[in-house]
């Protein structure tokens, strides 16, 4: 069985700066209290850590080329554009792939009461979004798309067994060996998403970690392809 290691974030992140609450407040923050009935994010102080974290993790790796399905308003894809933009990295890019369209007008932020916008109008004032190739999932797959071996990965898709299962396998031929893949959700709200990555781990033997950010029930899992047992059976970073 692949070795399972449990981390707090608040153990494996440093600062949130200015801008990454920014990022967070306008494409990350589901919260709002004003609606009937209220939507509210339990313990944002700590789940605003995950963009700081996988932004951390990035550079650390020194990833250029990230792929993110399940695009939502866009925190982590924005995330790690900010990112590449700030590192001047303009070979860098972000795949992002969703069901809803950027023209799709269903998005609220909680810093403009009930304006409704759609991706696009979200994204057309960042600087950072030239480095983000949005993909409608309904119309064009992962294969299709992807030009580039993929250094981090963000799977947010269904949160069932077989479509985290379905997401990963479409990922994979992008993968190299230093990879760092990285599953949302998986946490005991989602029993689909915990035995996913349970399966995949067990297929690749590859230890993992799950990144808790208690007292909310919100955990993700990270898995570095560079520790698994069938890294040469996988290409090499380019």
């Given amino acids: 069985m ?11 992140v440093g600062a949130l700066t200015k801008e ?15 609606e009937t009935p209220p939507i509210v994010v339990e313990y944002p102080e700590l789940v605003v850590l995950r963009g700081v974290y996988l932004r951390e993790l990035a550079v650390m790796a020194q990833a250029k080329t990230f792929l993110e399905i399940g695009t939502a308003r866009g925190y982590q894809a924005m995330s790690w554009a900010d990112y590449l933009n700030s590192q001047r990295l303009m070979d860098g890019i972000v795949y992002t792939f969703d069901i809803d369209a950027m023209d799709k007008r269903i998005y609220k932020t909680p810093m403009t009461g009930d304006q409704v916008f759609t991706r696009s109008e979200l994204w057309e004032s960042e600087a950072c979004a030239r480095f ?9 797959s992962i294969s299709q798309t ?6 981090m990965s963000y799977i947010d898709g269904q949160h ?6 379905e997401d990963f396998a479409e990922v994979l031929p992008f993968l190299h ?16 998403v915990q035995k996913a ?13 799950i990144v808790s950010f208690e007292p909310a029930g919100y955990k993700i899992a990270v ?14 970073r380019n």
């Fill in 132 to 140: 983000i190739c949005f993909t409608d999932r309904t119309k064009q």
């Fill in 177 to 192: 060996q230093d990879s760092i893949v990285v599953f949302d959700d998986c946490d005991e709200r989602f029993s689909g």
């Fill in 160 to 165: 069932e067994e077989a479509p985290v299962i």
């Fill in 2 to 12: 692949p070795t399972v290691t449990n981390k707090h974030i608040l153990d494996v």
């Fill in 146 to 151: 992807i030009k580039h071996k993929i250094d």
């Fill in 223 to 236: 898995m570095r392809l560079a520790n698994c047992a069938i890294k040469a059976n996988l290409p090499k």
């Fill in 20 to 34: 990454q609450w920014y990022l967070w407040l306008r494409y990350g923050l589901n919260n709002r209290p004003y």
């Fill in 197 to 209: 990555v349970a399966a995949i781990a067990e297929k690749l033997q590859a230890p993992y970690e």
